[in-house]
């Protein structure tokens, strides 16, 4: 099985192409501008109006400087960190730069807008948001990240361990070969709950311990549990974290089919998008729900962990249609040469 | 030697065929020990609750955690009958019922079972007594799906969704539903806590079926008199002064 290690990893610049990232710089320069604007004018009925005036240039040069920092960026990444630094304000200034020469004529602004100015804004603003992406990596450093993972553990129902074990003691009589085969089961289940879950696996790993987990729920439960797979756009190759199907599939079984008598279906559809990949499962809604506490719980865990590798790229989102519950988790697309660094996609 | 007991008549209930089929088997195993005839096998609580009226039985194996209707409930049903079978629960895991079973000294099994710890409790198996059982519904609180009463010496269970108002008559309560009346012998304080997402009060004496109401009036010549009509019921009931205005507010927040 391979697994992409990124411990020692030293701080690196971040991935400009990234949303989280993009939020956070748009964010900052934002706040920069309002708060120029503010010292400027000292008067709230000016603002509004010298703000707008402001973003008719600044708002293109920062699109366009995000756009050139995500297009350069596999090339600054590649320099060592004092350079890819130093480049990385050169290319932040010198766009905000050029797209002044080009748009502060059209838009007629009654003053010329001092080029050096410009500059040295981006210039300051580019070395405090990278001074902030530092410590942010640090601050998220594997180490620490990977503690916080180790918190998020995924943890065995122990309702679902023993009643595996009952079914498994009930068959060792009538049918050894499929106790044996419950028992492998359970086995590549707990190695994989006792594994440190920081690491990426191959999708098809992760779809293979979901398989062997939902062959010991149909033990117990017989025909009252049926399965949908939709798995044949699927993305073997891709990586994700480990043990996020597979929890996500034991809250369907334990919610939306054991409480129902005559069972229900359970569908499971894998496909890749563009750059995302998407998992979709959907169970029925029993009448009378049962606590649905357990069920958060689990469904936090995902999402915490899902941030913690791909920050603000994946999503977790629950869709209660009716008389089906869906739960729609989107991550990005990764392969082996593409692996984020734990923790945090800024640290490419 | 004594003289031999006839075995033991036993009713396995689980909604797991692999369950049911392991404690066949460890039954099998003990039979010297323990002598046993298994008269049946049920899936949930209703089908348990039919085959226990079908044929006589001495103890029931009852599983908690069914869908439908769950081993509590069934147990809760089981002792509507004039003679009721020994109960055994079981459960797989299931901290707060185990804590609340040790509480009250009633006797259960863990899955997978033991052959020494199924024969020890079948030995001593008895009728859950009527506290004990409130205690333990109490410590696992979830509203049954029927009430029951024994008409004629069979258990008539009548599904929650079906009851329109529940009131409290000296030493009974009258359940209502659309078609007619069961007196049954519950607390109405124990009644509300355990539904009171279906039904609210509306006077000291009476509980109504929320999604029921159909019209609130004054009763005329009475300045704060009023009165509360309900689906498919002609009937009048009294709303006290004391709970007009709380009910006023949980109709607004439906």
């Not at chain 1, 169970?283 to 865990?301: C, F, T, Y």
């Not at chain 1, 692996?339 to 800024?346: C, D, G, K, R, V």
């Not at chain 2, 004990?132 to 029951?148: C, G, I, V, W, Y």
Request: charge should be neutral.
């Amino acid at each position: 099985m391979e697994r992409w290690n990124h411990n020692n990893r030293h701080v690196a610049l971040p991935n400009f192409c990234h949303l989280g990232v993009n939020l956070r710089i748009a964010l900052t320069v934002e706040a920069a501008l309002a708060a120029m604007v503010i010292v400027r004018t000292l008067d709230f009925d000016a603002f509004g109006e010298q703000f707008l005036t402001l973003s008719a240039l600044a708002q293109p040069a920062l699109l366009l400087t995000l756009l050139a920092l995500c297009a350069a960026g596999r090339g600054l990444r590649t320099l060592p960190y004092r350079a890819g630094v130093i480049a990385t304000l050169l290319l932040g200034a010198a766009v905000p730069a050029a797209t002044t020469v080009w748009l502060g004529p059209l838009l007629g602004e009654p003053r010329p807008i001092a080029l050096l100015s410009v500059m040295a804004f981006a210039l300051l603003l580019g070395a405090l948001l990278l001074g902030y992406f530092n410590l942010r990596a640090r601050a998220l450093s594997p180490a620490i990240t990977e503690a916080r993972l180790e918190a998020l553990q995924a943890r065995i129902r122990p309702h679902f361990l023993f009643n595996s074990l009952n079914a498994v003691l009930s068959l060792v009589r009538s049918d050894p070969r499929r106790a044996e085969h419950a028992l492998e089961n359970m086995a590549d289940l707990f190695r994989a709950v006792m594994r440190n879950t920081s690491q990426l696996v191959p999708l098809e790993d992760e779809v293979a311990l979901t398989r062997a987990y939902l062959e010991l729920e149909q033990l117990r439960l017989g025909e009252r549990l049926r399965i949908a797979w939709h798995l044949d756009q699927m993305p073997s190759e891709a990586l994700i974290p480990s043990l996020v199907i597979q929890p996500l599939v034991e809250n369907a079984v334990y919610h939306g089919i054991e409480p129902l008598p005559d069972g229900g279906e359970i569908s499971l559809d894998i496909h890749r998008s563009g750059d995302k990949v998407h998992v979709v499962v959907r169970n029925p809604v029993a009448a009378q729900g049962s606590s649905h506490k357990g069920n958060r719980i689990a469904l936090d865990n995902i999402r915490e962990r899902l941030q913690l590798h791909f920050d603000l790229d994946a999503q977790l989102k629950l869709e209660p249609q009716g008389a089906v519950y869906q739960v729609h988790i989107v991550m990005p697309y990764t392969h082996e040469r593409t692996a984020p660094a734990l923790a945090s996609a800024h640290r490419r | 030697m004594n003289a031999p007991h006839p075995p033991l008549r036993l009713l396995i209930v689980d909604d797991e065929a692999p369950a049911r089929r392991r404690l066949r088997d460890v039954l099998m195993d003990c039979a010297d020990r323990l002598p046993v005839e298994i008269v049946g096998e049920a899936g949930n609580g209703l089908d348990a609750l039919d085959q226990v009226q079908r044929q006589p039985v001495d103890a029931v194996l009852l599983d908690i955690r069914m869908p439908g209707m769950d081993g509590l409930e069934c147990a809760a049903h089981l002792n509507q009958l004039s003679n009721p079978p020994a109960i055994i629960f079981s459960t797989a895991y299931d901290a707060y019922a185990c804590q609340a079973f040790d509480l009250n000294a009633v006797d259960y099994l863990v899955k997978p079972v033991r052959a020494d710890r199924l024969v020890r409790a079948m030995s001593r198996a008895r009728r859950l007594n009527a506290a004990a059982l409130d205690d333990l519904r109490a410590a696992h609180p979830k509203a049954r799906m029927h009430l029951s009463v024994n008409e004629k010496g069979r258990i008539v269970l009548i599904p929650v969704p079906d009851i329109l108002y529940l009131r409290a008559e000296l030493k009974y309560i009258t359940v209502r539903t659309a078609t007619r009346e069961f007196l049954i012998e519950e607390s109405l304080t124990r009644l509300e806590a355990e539904f009171g997402e279906t039904f609210v009060r509306i006077h000291r004496n009476c509980l109504v079926a929320r999604e029921r109401i159909r019209e609130i009036g004054k009763l005329p010549g009475d300045e704060d008199g009023h009165f509360l009509r309900l689906d498919g019921l002609d009937e009048r009931l009294t709303v006290s002064r004391r709970q007009y205005s709380a009910l006023r507010e949980k109709i607004r927040s439906i």
